[in-house]
């Protein structure tokens, strides 16, 4: 009798368990929420297509060859495990107008996506677009590959600020201390951020944020989106050094002769260090270490976890050109008037070039070359590796904007008012634009998948 009670009773105890694991085995398993693409490629082009993802605003921008028929393109996308999208990847669309893409995460969330192709114009770097302010606040944007203004803005005050693009828009600041966010196609304004004083330091984006410092002590953290401020930090002097983002820390020079290193989510000092004099000169960063020009007439490599002096380098007068590492060697400009090559890990030199004027030009490497310009009204290309002068071209004015490279071709602006266009491997004038007035900002150009390519003084670059 009791085995025959205990043997059904048994049997339900242990379907009961079974139950109860199998319960928890389901309600404990994570669902993947993810709903991100990845990747969104053309692959039977020759050669394959890769688009730019933006997943702030969730674009995705493709440029495909001249003569491309978009009408049949057929994408291979990579999204995030276990979720699905909407038009199925492998699936030929019509892309001669933008197509919206929808992923779905596991816990059915959804994520939309606008994908833009575009095919690439016969001019070199046509579609390309250059962004620019001058001394009397006016803000253009002209192509790339021919120069011819595309839209503008006023500002009503000096731009000395030079541009930056992200999350589709471009944004730049004037001395009447406005930051503007403006559509980087159109030039509409979608939002704007007043400062205490001017603004002459140079936004730079971060995920969510854009980082941009002012004469009135601050640098600030804005909503990329909105311009929402989301922390500030406050310093003892003015900032008109631009701010470099790398490993979730912004780095900034201020007028108050320190160097600050912040969490980039927080605002909070992680670390500073004092120099001898004011800092205007935008810091960058390379592997483990941070460099800065000062006033003080020193470049200082130091540390980037922790701010700890590695080495310094003197000079023969202010460093407030914004140095540039490539390939561990560290270029930097000075108010001597010359071009300095470092030994990036130990500050020996490796060359200097001598110039007719300052240097607060911030160098550009390129294809093996080095693109400064000075206050002796000349662009100078030198050899990266031994400082040999390659050519140089000759404008009718100072020269203390910081050059950019794309795509085979040097843009310089210059304060006899004009952009200029050159050949990035022999000087030669492709076109020059008079731009109304002193250009005393570096361009920035965006490629037609909106791409930033900045000037080393906008931190972008590092």
């Known amino acids: 009798m009791f085995r025959n009670v205990s043997s059904p009773l048994l049997r339900i105890t242990g379907l009961l368990l079974l139950v109860a694991a199998c319960k928890e085995s389901i309600d ?82 959804v994520q939309p996506y606008v994908v833009t192709v575009s095919v690439a114009s016969l001019i070199p770097n046509g579609g ?7 001394s009397i606040g006016n803000f253009f944007a002209l192509d790339g590959g021919t120069g011819t203004v595309k839209w503008r803005i006023s500002t009503g005050a000096s731009i000395t600020s030079s541009a930056y693009v992200a999350a589709g828009q471009v944004f730049t600041a ?17 939002w704007k951020f007043s400062a205490g004083k001017s603004i002459l330091s140079s936004p730079v984006a971060s995920g969510r944020l854009v980082l941009v410092g002012s004469e009135d002590q601050n640098l600030y953290a804005l909503d990329i989106l909105t311009g929402a401020q989301r922390w500030k930090f406050s310093t003892a002097g003015g ?12 780095y900034v020079g201020s007028k108050d002769q320190t160097l600050y290193a ?26 483990d270490l941070v460099y800065i020009g000062t006033n003080d007439y020193n470049l200082y490599a130091l540390d980037a976890k922790t701010g700890t002096q590695r080495w310094k380098f003197s000079t023969g007068g202010a460093v407030s050109s914004s140095p540039t590492v490539v390939n561990d060697i560290v270029y930097v400009g000075s108010d001597d008037r010359n071009l300095y090559a470092l030994n990036a890990s130990s500050g020996t030199v490796s060359w200097k070039f001598s110039t007719g004027g300052r240097i607060t030009s911030s160098p550009m490497v390129a294809n093996g070359l080095v693109y400064v310009g000075s206050d002796d009204r000349n662009l100078y290309a030198l050899d990266a590796q031994t400082g040999t002068l390659r050519w140089k071209y000759s404008t009718g004015g100072l020269v203390s904007a910081s050059p950019i490279v794309y795509n ?21 004038l492709r076109w020059r634009v008079p731009l109304d007035a002193r250009l005393l900002a570096s361009p920035c150009l965006a490629t037609t998948d909106l791409v930033p390519v900045a000037a080393g003084i906008s931190g972008g670059r590092q």
Do not use: H
């Open 28 to 109: 404990t398993a994570p669902i993947n929420t993810g709903k991100a693409i990845e990747s969104f490629v053309f692959s039977k082009l020759t050669p394959p297509v890769s688009a730019v993802i933006d997943s702030v605003v969730y674009t995705v921008r493709a440029t495909v060859p001249a003569g491309t028929n978009l009408s049949q393109l057929v994408p291979a996308i990579t999204i995030s495990e276990k979720a699905i999208i909407s038009p199925a990847s492998g699936t030929a669309q019509d892309f001669s107008k933008p197509v919206s893409y929808t992923v779905t995460a596991m816990d059915k969330s």
């Open 128 to 134: 390309a677009l250059v962004y620019l302010g001058n």
């Open 174 to 190: 004037s001395e009447n201390g406005n930051l503007y966010a403006l559509d980087a196609q159109t030039g509409t304004q979608r």
């Open 239 to 250: 900032v008109t050094s631009s701010p470099v983002v790398a490993n979730r820390l912004a």
């Open 262 to 287: 912040l969490d980039v989510d927080s605002g909070t000092q992680r670390w500073k260090f004092s120099a001898g004099n004011s800092i205007t000169s935008s810091p960058a960063v390379a592997g």
């Open 408 to 428: 085979g071709f040097v843009y310089i602006s210059g304060q006899d008012t004009s952009l200029y266009c050159l050949n990035a491997t022999s000087g030669a």
